[in-house]
């Protein structure tokens, strides 16, 4: 993930953010990632919902484990 510096997190559209105020900027796979994991060490439980939601919109594939089975894949 490459270092985002003040001035470069200020072109990003308020759009690219997870959460109002410009929190969690998620404008690429990298940064959607970092905000995922940001939010589960520091958010509230709402602030988790919402960033996880906006993510999954986003990149419907980040924090799904592909080689993982359910229980009717094993029967």
């Known amino acids: 993930m490459a270092k985002l510096t003040a001035s470069a997190r200020k072109k990003i559209p308020s759009g690219e953010f997870a959460l109002g105020g410009r929190r969690y900027p998620i404008e690429d796979r990298s940064h959607a ?3 995922l ?19 999954h919109r986003k990149y419907p594939d980040i924090g ?7 229980l009717s894949d094993l029967a």
């Open 37 to 55: 994991s940001r939010v589960s060490q520091n958010g509230t439980p709402e602030e988790k919902k919402k960033v996880r939601r906006a993510v």
């Open 64 to 70: 799904k484990d592909k080689g993982s089975k359910t």
């Open 33 to 35: 990632r970092n905000a």
